[in-house]
């Protein structure tokens, strides 16, 4: 079955960095749309990153510029790399991705940033 399993969360302070990884299993990774969502508490789960088969990339406009998200087709592995944070980035940050209209979604690894 599908797996989606997040890591490299953690406490940071403000202007630090983070790496997030999200290791895939269960289906043919490299063919697939992933995505990194974020659920910051008493708000909706937003959109962050998403990068293609082909290795092109989109970012919620509070990102641009401070994320990079990347993947490895032979770990079957997405990352999502966090340079400049800052406290309202702090969140459960989520892996995902979409297989014949069903969303698949990891447990979520929590991101705090301190002030």
């Known amino acids: 079955q599908v797996q989606l399993v997040e890591s490299g969360g953690g406490l940071v302070q403000a202007g630090g960095s983070l790496r997030l990884s999200c290791a895939a299993s269960?289906?043919?990774?490299?063919?697939?749309?992933m995505a990194w969502y974020r659920q910051a508490p008493g708000k909706q789960r937003e959109l962050v990153a998403t990068?293609?088969?082909?290795?092109?990339?989109n970012y919620a406009d509070s990102v641009k510029g401070r994320f990079t998200i990347s993947r490895d087709n032979a770990k079957n592995t997405v990352y999502l790399q966090m340079n400049s944070l800052k406290p309202e980035d702090t969140a459960v940050y989520y892996c995902n991705t979409q297989i014949r209209a069903t969303p698949y979604w990891g447990q979520g690894t929590q991101v705090t940033v301190s002030s």
């Open positions: 269960g289906y043919i990774f490299s063919i697939k749309v």
């Open positions: 990068i293609t088969s082909g290795g092109s990339t």
